[in-house]
């Protein structure tokens, strides 16, 4: 006996199943919080050399702040003062206007900078002087946090299987919660980079504890409308940074407020279950039989133990022991499965790391970076149900190609729409957003679908590491402006064409009956002529 027959014996998707994925969502929206905070605490306003020193009590004192600043710094192209270069003496030559400065000798900044705040409150950047020759160390931040991700996503998978979900997720939400609280007072940057990874770390294990958790407390047919309550629980803590932010102008503020949520959540893991399928594979009976009988009674079901006996649980366990049977390595056994293998893992680097280029990049649009964030969450819903109509009407496999290539154009055209028109590149760069958004959900559903059972844990474990390195990526190729301004742009839209061209070579999906085994993949597939797997995708 499978252990989907005794999930609907308890009922797979009632009121049990609803509460457990209600509490698990709530702490959910800490992840999209913590993800793309970088876009507000190392936000660098406009900035100029200090030029304090360069007045010796006479230079500078009869003349206005204006006139001030123009014989102290050097102007860029549209005559606004350079951010990292001054002159090493007063030129009062340039408030004559034939006078030009573009061939006087410059120097770095010599007394650090004068942070315009008028608009955009202090952030990490001013308050150690994370700009010109250190502006990469606040860039950097995303990656070490993102590091921390992914070498958080290969332990915590690990303890996920060997010591439960329910444990597992209490020290995800304590370690995340103490290293995120502590990363606010941090006094140093070294000191808040070391906590940044770390938060990263733990909040790994939230990502992968509550993922599993939800898909195995119902049947396969409802596991896509599971991924689509997952994906609007990101959606709504992005689009609640945009608003935290906005309120909370103090960064270290903003970390703590957050974070706040998982306090509630440590207080509502006594509510949450163990995952009676981890359970019964772990040879602890009694327990799935107790966590059963509970899901029962709130689901208003005939309890487990009047219709079932032990033994038959122990069949169940040993059912479902045989098919753990299976490691990564079962990924690159055999020929069909090393292609799929290495098809997806691009497809997902791909994936993630130009949805994240564009996250990570809200600025230089004309507005501001509250708004624009928000926009950028915001259309994350219509695009996640968009898509599931789209699936079941072209198909995955072009779902997945179209949406990557299409990100891919949004990307080539805002390269040539000139800076001046800032509402065409917004339009342009949040269709992108969308698409990008769009391909992620896709990426998600088609994985499960393409790999077989017996080792489609591992497969989504194995696609979330190639994905992480994608997301690490991210700000690195963001970096690469200060080489060329385009560069970055470049880089994004080419991954997204090649990722998206590479996504054909992998197999339809749509009405074809889910592989069980490895044998599945490597023989011929056939298409499931009944209704019942299309059911089982909506």
């Known amino acids: 006996m499978k252990f989907e027959s005794i999930l609907e014996e308890v009922d797979s998707l009632g009121p049990f199943q609803l509460g457990l994925i209600f509490l698990l969502c709530f702490p959910r929206i800490v992840i999209p919080c913590h993800f793309l905070l970088n876009n507000f605490i190392t936000f660098t306003p406009p900035h100029h050399c200090d030029i304090s020193a360069l007045d010796d009590g006479w230079a500078l004192r009869n003349l206005t702040p204006a006139q001030s600043l123009a014989v102290s710094l050097p102007v860029r192209e549209d005559g606004s003062p350079q951010s990292c270069a001054m002159f090493p003496e007063p030129q009062l030559q340039l408030l004559s206007n034939d006078s030009d400065g573009a061939r006087l000798p410059t120097v770095p900044c010599q007394n650090g900078w004068v942070y315009n705040t008028s608009i955009f409150p202090p952030s990490l950047s001013t308050e150690w002087d994370l700009v010109c020759d250190k502006k990469s160390l606040s860039q950097t931040l995303g990656t070490i946090f993102f590091l921390g991700v992914m070498v958080g996503s290969l332990i915590f998978g690990y303890l996920c299987d060997r010591y439960g979900r329910r444990s597992t997720l209490l020290v995800s939400y304590l370690v995340s919660m103490v290293f995120a609280v502590s990363s606010a007072f941090a006094n140093s ?32 047919g409802h596991r896509s409308c599971i991924s689509v309550i997952g994906g609007l629980s990101w959606t709504i803590g992005n689009m609640l940074l945009a608003g935290l932010a906005y309120v909370v ?19 509502s893991w006594w509510w949450i279950p163990e995952s009676a399928r981890w359970l019964l594979v772990k040879g602890k009976v009694e327990q799935a039989q107790f966590y059963l009988d509970r899901c029962a009674k709130v689901n208003k079901r005939p309890k487990l133990s009047s219709t079932f006996k032990l033994e038959v649980l122990s069949d169940v366990e040993l059912s479902e022991q045989q098919n753990r049977n299976y ?8 020929p069909k499965m090393r292609r799929l293998t290495l098809i997806s893992g691009i497809v997902w680097f791909g994936v993630a790391c130009t949805y994240y280029c564009i996250s990570l990049n809200i600025s230089g649009f004309g507005l501001n970076i509250y708004l624009t964030h928000f926009i950028y969450a915001a259309i994350e819903l219509p695009a996640k149900i968009l898509v599931y109509f789209f699936l079941n009407m072209i198909g995955r496999r072009k779902c997945q190609s179209g949406t ?91 991954v997204a064409v090649l990722c998206g061209l590479v996504a054909l070579l992998l197999p339809e999906t749509l009405n074809v009956r889910l592989p069980e085994t490895i044998d599945d993949i490597e023989g011929p597939r056939k298409t499931h002529n009944s209704t019942s797997v299309t059911e089982s995708q909506q």
Request: glycine share 6%; aromatic share 10%; net charge positive.
């Open 249 to 267: 102008s103090d960064w270290r503020m903003l970390i703590v407020t957050v974070t706040a949520p998982l306090g509630v959540a440590v207080v």
């Open 189 to 220: 940057f070294s000191m808040f980079a070391v906590l940044r990874f770390l938060t990263g770390f733990g909040i790994s294990g939230i990502t992968i504890s509550t993922l599993v958790l939800c898909i195995e407390w119902v049947n396969t």
């Open 327 to 334: 490691s990564y390595l079962h990924l690159i056994k055999t």
């Open 404 to 494: 990557l290539l299409l990100t891919g154009l949004c990307i080539f055209i805002n390269i040539f729409i000139p800076q001046g028109f800032w509402l065409l590149r917004t339009l342009v760069a949040i269709l992108g957003k969308g698409l990008s958004e769009a391909a992620f959900t896709t990426a998600f559903l088609h994985t499960s679908e393409i790999f077989p059972t017996v080792v489609r844990q591992n497969a989504l474990g194995y696609t979330s590491l190639t994905s992480r390195v994608g997301v690490s990526v991210a700000p690195l190729v963001l970096m690469l402006d200060n080489v060329w301004p385009l560069l970055a742009q470049i880089i994004v839209c080419s």
